[in-house]
């Protein structure tokens, strides 16, 4: 009475709905200073990056590097006292160019994410 396809697979969809997402346990970017492929007009002093999970700060990092893939700053970014969602670095006065941000952290939860993403500094406006 009750046989056939739909009534079998029930208990996958049901198990599917159930089980623990995969996305829901990392430390997912949920805003960036500078943003994803912005192109700005005058160059940032620092990087920021919140997340949606508070991150272990000993396991975070992030670098800028310029166009050639060098490292544009010799300090370390921090996870900040009052926002533990929050990672920051200090920049030093970017040239115009592209820039690559590179981030890794470690979510409370265990989960490690690395990721990247790009902006620009655009020359200056000529004078007129």
Known sequence: MFSGWPWAAAPLLIAAFLAPSEAAAH???SKSDPARRAVLSKPPAQLRLWFNERLEPAFSSASVLNAAGKPVTATPAEVARED?????LALPPLAPGAYSVHYQVLSIDGH???ASF???VKEPAAAK
Do not use: E, I, N, Y
């Open 27 to 29: 430390a997912l970017l």
């Open 84 to 88: 533990p969602k929050l990672l920051r």
């Open 118 to 120: 790009q902006f620009t």
């Open 112 to 114: 490690t994410v690395k």
